[in-house]
């Protein structure tokens, strides 16, 4: 079965956003199948992805961007949250989605 990791860093600050809470979601549906905060390393290892055995499946991924820079006393910000829309293949592999975060701006790839 495949596991599913993400990872966010606040670019602006320089270091991991911790307590950011991220949402997964089943595309097809919109059912929420997990939601964590990241740890103090800004990550959470523990989001897994249960697939069928015989198809490709799309999730997304929604953090909650607003709610962690209030947090962190940021008024002025232009994304409320990021959601991010991804495939998942039928092998057994690792997906891990890493976002680099700013109050106006993301980036995000397939990590490892």
């Known amino acids: 079965m495949p596991t599913l990791s993400t990872h966010v860093l606040d670019t602006a600050r320089g270091h991991p956003a911790e307590g950011v809470r ?6 097809v549906d919109g059912q929420l199948i997990a939601e964590r905060r990241t740890d103090a390393d ?7 992805v249960a697939l069928e055995s015989d198809k490709y499946e799309e999730f997304r991924l929604v953090f909650a961007t607003e709610e ?14 990021v959601a991010i829309a991804f495939r998942v293949g039928v092998e057994s592999a690792h997906y891990h989605v890493p976002l680099l975060l700013s109050p ?4 995000t790839y397939r990590g490892s």
Do not use: K
């Not at 991220?22 to 595309?27: D, F, G, K, Q, T």
């Not at 800004?42 to 897994?48: H, N, Q, T, W």
């Open 22 to 27: 991220v949402s997964l979601y089943r595309s």
């Open 42 to 48: 800004g990550r959470i290892a523990d989001l897994s």
């Open 68 to 81: 962690y820079f209030r947090g962190q006393g940021i008024t002025e910000f232009f994304y409320s949250e």
């Open 104 to 107: 106006f701006g993301y980036s």
